[in-house]
Nanobody, 124 residues
Framework: QVQLVESGGGLVQAGGSLRLSCAAS????????MGWFRQAPGNEREFVAL????????YYAGAVKGRFTISRDNAKNTVYLQMNSLKPEDTAVYYC?????????????????WGQGTQVTVSS
C-alpha cells in the first residue's frame, strides 16, 4: 500500500508561483513513475505532468509546458510540481499519483495510488 500526501496548494494571483509537494510512504518509491493531474469544477480530471522512476523521462501537457516543472527526490520519497506564470485557468484540485509498474502514462486509470488532492486557486 502506498500513501500519497500533497501539500503546497493555495490562493495566488495570476502570474504568481506555487510549488506543490507529494510525499509518499513506503520503501519502493524510487521504482514508481509519478504523475500530477488536476480537476477543475465541472471538468474531467486531466493530465498535467509525469516523471519516470529515475527522473530521466519527463512529459508535460501542452497547457503547462514551459510554465510547470516536475521533479522528484527519491531520497525523500517526494515529487514536486513547480508552477510558474500561473493563470486563472490553472485553478483546480491537483492530485499526485503513483504508477507502480514504472510505465509512463498520461491516462489517469493507469495509475494505482492517488493522493487526496490540494486546491490551487489563481485569481485574475
Amino acid at each position: 500500500q502506498v500513501q500519497l500526501v500533497e501539500s503546497g496548494g493555495g490562493l495566488v494571483q495570476a502570474g504568481g508561483s506555487l510549488r506543490l509537494s507529494c510525499a509518499a510512504s513506503g520503501r519502493t518509491f524510487s521504482r514508481y513513475a509519478m504523475g500530477w493531474f488536476r480537476q477543475a469544477p465541472g471538468n474531467e480530471r486531466e493530465f498535467v505532468a509525469l516523471i519516470s522512476s529515475s527522473g530521466s523521462n519527463i512529459y508535460y501537457a501542452g497547457a503547462v509546458k514551459g510554465r510547470f516543472t516536475i521533479s522528484r527526490d527519491n531520497a525523500k520519497n517526494t515529487v514536486y510540481l513547480q508552477m510558474n506564470s500561473l493563470k486563472p485557468e490553472d485553478t483546480a484540485v491537483y492530485y499526485c499519483a503513483a504508477e507502480t509498474s514504472g510505465g509512463l502514462f498520461i491516462k489517469d486509470y493507469e495509475y494505482d495510488y492517488w493522493g487526496q488532492g490540494t486546491q490551487v486557486t489563481v485569481s485574475s
